[in-house]
């Protein structure tokens, strides 16, 4: 399994992006996607995820901001990502679990300006 993450870039505090997913395969086959994030100096830590059946979590920090969904059609998992904050910036993997295997997509870097 194949994951392309694109989508990040800079923007205002205040402001929104939509950053993409992209599988090799079918994301109805992935028991888990989700999305992390690691900010400069910082551990990598859980962001959102979605299970198979349309359930989805979210960190508490980005509750009710933040919002991921799927375009089974396209193989493609979104994470919208209203309302940014400064501490929002850092660089923004996909992940996904199949059949007990984990994959990571490259990251996109998410910049918010104060």
């Known amino acids: 399994v194949q994951l392309q993450a694109s989508g990040g870039g800079l923007v205002e505090a205040g402001g929104s992006l939509r950053l993409s997913c992209a599988a090799s395969t079918s994301v109805l086959s992935m028991t888990l996607i989700g999305w992390y994030r690691q900010a400069p100096g910082k551990q990598r830590e859980w962001v959102a995820s979605m299970v198979s059946g349309g359930s989805t979590n979210y960190s508490d920090s980005v509750k009710g901001r933040f919002t991921i969904s799927s375009d089974n059609a396209k193989n493609t998992v979104y994470l919208q990502m209203n309302s940014l904050k400064p501490e929002d910036t850092a660089t923004y993997y996909c992940?996904?679990?199949?059949?007990?295997?984990?994959?990571w997509g490259r990251g996109t870097l998410v910049t918010v300006s104060s």
């Open positions: 992940r996904a679990n199949r059949r007990g295997y984990n994959y």
